[in-house]
């Protein structure tokens, strides 16, 4: 079995699938879902989903949106690892269009406050991934939170994956800062959508390539997209990092497909 472990967010995912367009200023029906999210949490949901070993790492709220959003990650089978619960958890919001396209709202709340001093080396023993979003290494003191689990992780056998998350936060943090700390890092594997890739001027990983209806180019292979029904693209980058960490390049795409083919992020 293998053993997969995120570090990031833990958020609270508000999903809205909209029944027709936005009617502004009056009423628009549509389907909604909530429950865990959050980049780092949705990797390890998939990788437990999929057979393997999960943990996550993080900083949770104690508030009630940080209550149900750790039980509902442990119910699907992760371990979840962190310091105790405090401040007010993070809670994202997406609007899923006619087509399965989504836009994005996000509020981090306390995840960006983990720090170095907040892990501990056995969260990384026995773990064959150590996968970090992007959101974690581009602000303090989760980047510098990261940068020690890389080294633990490294320490204990296992290998590193990034992804880079957002072509906007690249450019607001700076590319050659991230670049610079990508580089240091040294992951094995880095995921990230065309344009992100583009944004990111490091070559000497590996890349993985996210291409929505296109597919994915994984192991220098163009794989086309699994045949079926999408109903929310939202999280499906996510699950083709999992599948790809648990089971290599098929197991990436079939993932993918059963993410886009539900609402919500979560297998």
Same mark, same amino acid.
């Given at each position: 079995?293998?053993?997969?472990?995120?570090?990031?967010?833990?958020?609270?995912?508000?999903?809205?699938?909209?029944?027709?367009?936005?009617?502004?200023?009056?009423?628009?029906?549509?389907?909604?879902?909530?429950?865990?999210?959050?980049?780092? *949490?949705?990797?390890? /949901?998939? &990788?437990? %989903?999929?057979? !393997?070993? =999960? @943990?996550?790492?993080?900083?949770?709220?104690?508030?009630?949106?940080?209550?149900?959003?750790?039980?509902?990650?442990?119910?699907?089978?992760?371990?979840?690892?962190?310091?105790?619960?405090?401040?007010?958890?993070?809670?994202?919001?997406?609007?899923?269009?006619?087509?399965?396209?989504r836009t994005?709202?996000?509020?981090?709340?306390?995840?960006?406050?983990?720090?170095?001093?907040?892990?501990?080396?056995?969260?990384?023993?026995?773990?064959?991934w150590l996968?970090?979003?992007?959101?974690?290494?581009?602000?303090?003191?989760?980047?510098? *939170?990261?940068?020690? /689990?890389? &080294?633990? %992780?490294?320490? !204990?056998? =296992? @290998?590193?994956?990034?992804?880079?998350?957002?072509?906007?936060?690249?450019?607001?943090?700076?590319?050659?800062?991230?670049?610079?700390?990508?580089?240091?890092?040294?992951?094995?594997?880095?995921?990230?959508?065309?344009?992100?890739?583009?944004?990111?001027?490091?070559?000497?990983?590996?890349?993985?390539?996210?291409?929505?209806?296109?597919?994915?180019?994984?192991?220098?292979?163009?794989?086309?997209?699994?045949?079926?029904?999408?109903?929310?693209?939202?999280?499906?980058g996510d699950?083709?990092?999992?599948?790809?960490?648990?089971?290599?390049?098929?197991?990436?795409?079939? &993932?993918? %497909?059963?993410?886009?083919?539900?609402?919500?992020?979560?297998?």
């Amino acid at each position: 079995m293998a053993s997969v472990c995120t570090l990031g967010d833990l958020l609270l995912d508000v999903v809205v699938k909209l029944h027709r367009p936005l009617a502004e200023g009056d009423d628009t029906h549509g389907e909604t879902r909530a429950g865990c999210g959050g980049q780092a *949490a949705n990797v390890a /949901a998939w &990788a437990a %989903a999929l057979g !393997a070993e =999960a @943990r996550f790492v993080g900083k949770r709220g104690g508030d009630a949106a940080g209550e149900l959003v750790e039980a509902d990650l442990r119910r699907r089978g992760v371990e979840v690892l962190g310091p105790a619960p405090d401040g007010r958890n993070g809670v994202v919001v997406s609007l899923v269009d006619l087509d399965g396209s989504r836009t994005m709202v996000s509020d981090r709340g306390v995840a960006p406050e983990l720090a170095p001093v907040d892990l501990q080396d056995e969260w990384l023993e026995g773990v064959d991934w150590l996968h970090l979003s992007g959101y974690s290494l581009m602000d303090e003191p989760i980047g510098s *939170a990261a940068e020690r /689990a890389v &080294a633990l %992780a490294r320490s !204990a056998g =296992a @290998r590193v994956s990034v992804d880079l998350s957002s072509v906007n936060l690249i450019r607001e943090f700076g590319r050659d800062r991230l670049a610079e700390r990508i580089g240091l890092l040294d992951p094995d594997v880095v995921f990230g959508n065309e344009p992100e890739h583009e944004e990111l001027p490091v070559a000497s990983y590996k890349r993985i390539v996210k291409r929505g209806p296109r597919g994915a180019t994984i192991d220098g292979r163009d794989l086309p997209p699994v045949a079926g029904e999408v109903v929310d693209t939202t999280g499906a980058g996510d699950a083709l990092a999992a599948g790809y960490l648990v089971g290599g390049p098929e197991l990436a795409m079939e &993932a993918a %497909a059963r993410c886009v083919a539900r609402l919500g992020t979560m297998p």
